[in-house]
């Protein structure tokens, strides 16, 4: 019994000396020292030994339970300081290493642009509509009096879901949405993306960005048109900004226009932004057509009103001076980062 119990003591000594954390301290200690710890177990046998070995034994076994106790707290001790010691050498401050840097990210030049544009509008009055990018077919062409032959209809120009669903090509449906949904008087903007199955070169891409514009209410001419689409000009180009109107054809416009303006850069002389020509195309426009206005449930005879559409990334690209539409997409952040 004496040698059992000093070998147990043994084995219990090499336990705590391989513990090398606190957490697992105590286990040691629950299986030498706890109700069915091996030192306990031991000693339950007692009962077997002679009147003269009992207190022999009995003297060891305390003893051994004492050394192994000690030895715990020994342990635990030793092992709380090298725990310190290591939050201290992890918490402290190296003040001779770079500090860390935060970068701080800037918005995207085409969200400065449709910014810029919802500031504009929203000053004059419009509020913001929003509309699907996956379109019925119907609100991208029919709604709008696209023929049914009308060769932007082709698949070859379109991305269609199925027959009757398409990803929209322009944003001009949100226009029926609005016009269907809600009652004249009507002035909202809508900018978002857009889908054309073109190739990707330094001019095209097949999703791109437009802004559609619908002003209705009663007695709207022409005139408004003018003079709401040139004032936009002059708060998106400057004060002295100048415009031109040029007859065009949209089927859901009667009569149709594009709008250029004088050349930011060089004010109108030609220069490369321009093409050398002065001016600047910008946009399409028009006074709703009637068969629109019919189609959409407002009565032609009582209201009027006008439309515009605009190309986003091109604006962008003649504002900033970039060449290559592909940059607006590519998210290389050292192409994006000049835009702080
Ligand atoms: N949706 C036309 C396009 O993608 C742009 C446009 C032109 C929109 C005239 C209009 C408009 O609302 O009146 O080319």
Redesign the pocket.
């Known amino acids: 019994m004496e040698l059992e119990l000093k070998q147990l003591r043994d084995r219990c000594l090499t336990d705590l000396n391989d513990v090398e954390e606190l957490k697992t301290l105590d286990n040691v200690r629950i299986k030498y020292l706890g109700k069915k710890g091996e030192l306990t177990i031991a000693l339950k046998g007692m009962g077997k030994l002679s009147s003269e070995e009992r207190p022999i034994i009995g003297k060891l076994a305390n003893e051994i339970r004492e050394e192994i106790e000690n030895n715990i707290s020994a342990q635990k001790q030793l092992l709380e300081h090298k725990e310190i010691e290591a939050q201290i050498r992890e918490e402290s401050i190296d003040v001779s290493l770079p500090g860390k840097k935060h970068l701080a990210g800037n918005l995207h030049p085409l969200t400065t642009t449709v910014n810029e544009l919802k500031e504009i509008f929203l000053g004059m009055g419009f509020s913001i509509a929003e509309g699907p990018e996956i379109e019925w077919a119907k609100y991208n062409f029919d709604y709008l009096n696209v023929p049914q032959d009308h060769s932007a209809r082709d698949l070859q120009d379109t991305f269609y879901y199925q027959d009757d669903i398409v990803l929209r ?4 449906p949100v ?1 029926v949405r609005v016009m269907q949904e809600q009652k004249p008087p009507l002035r909202i903007i809508s900018p978002g993306r ?1 889908y054309r199955c073109d190739e990707i070169d330094a001019t095209h891409s097949p999703v791109f960005h ?1 802004m ?3 002003v209705i209410d009663k007695g709207i001419t022409m005139s408004d048109l003018k003079g709401t689409l040139d004032l936009f000009a002059k708060k998106l180009f400057g004060e002295q900004t100048k415009t031109k109107f040029r007859p065009h054809q ?1 089927y ?2 009667e009569p ?1 226009a594009e709008m250029d303006v004088t050349c930011f850069k060089c004010g109108g002389v030609g220069c490369k932004v321009c093409s050398n020509t002065g001016w600047i195309e910008i ?4 006074m ?1 057509h009637p068969n629109v206005l019919r189609l959409c449930g407002i009565d032609p005879d009582e209201y009027s009103g ?5 190309g986003l990334d091109r604006i962008t690209l003649t504002k900033y001076g970039i060449t290559d539409l592909r940059l607006l997409f590519e998210n290389d952040l050292r192409f994006l980062a000049q835009f702080k």
């Open positions: 090509t322009q944003t001009s226009q857009v437009q559609e514009g619908l949209f859901f416009t149709s946009l399409g426009c028009g709703v006008f439309a515009f559409g605009m």
